[in-house]
């Protein structure tokens, strides 16, 4: 999809504020609110725009430490592939899992309370994961940067 000022601008305010009324869009990106209305529209159907939602805070949660868990299976048949990821998607702690290159099969972010909290995370779970052959975890002591906007280019 070929996006022209109009759209970036649109996608550039709804990262800001999801729930913007779209008369308050079309105002920003100086746009008639039905012209306003279609190119959000189109954005969604295109799958640009995925869906909208309620940002947590971690800390409030309940969930304030970020642990970054480096994952090496057995073996990397699409097989053991699959089952490790749709064994992995069901551990609600999992906020971001990511297939690897280099040293690790596999990058995993958890959120969890405490030490305690992970401890347990770590032998109830992800030890257990289909074809888990080393665990590494690395404790992140303070966020610098999180963003939640790409770059529209």
Not at 33 to 45: G, H, I, Q, T
Not at 80 to 95: G, H, T
């Amino acid at each position: 999809m070929k996006l022209d000022r109009y759209d970036k601008s649109i996608l550039q305010a709804l990262q800001l504020e999801g729930r913007v009324s779209n008369s308050a869009l079309a105002e920003r990106v100086n746009l008639s609110e039905s012209a306003c209305l279609r190119r959000v529209k189109a954005l969604e159907e295109s799958g640009l725009i995925e869906g909208y939602t309620a940002l947590l805070s971690q800390q409030k949660a309940g969930c304030p430490v970020n642990v970054f868990v480096n994952i090496t299976l057995d073996r990397q048949d699409e097989s053991d592939l699959r089952r490790f990821e749709d064994a992995v998607r069901k551990i609600p702690e999992v906020m971001e899992c990511y297939l690897m290159t280099g040293d690790y099969d596999y990058l995993v972010r958890v959120v969890v309370a405490d030490t305690a909290d992970f401890e347990r995370l770590h032998s109830k779970f992800l030890t257990r994961l289909p074809g888990v052959a080393r665990v590494h975890s690395s404790f992140a002591l303070r966020t610098v940067q999180k963003s939640r906007e790409l770059p529209i280019r």
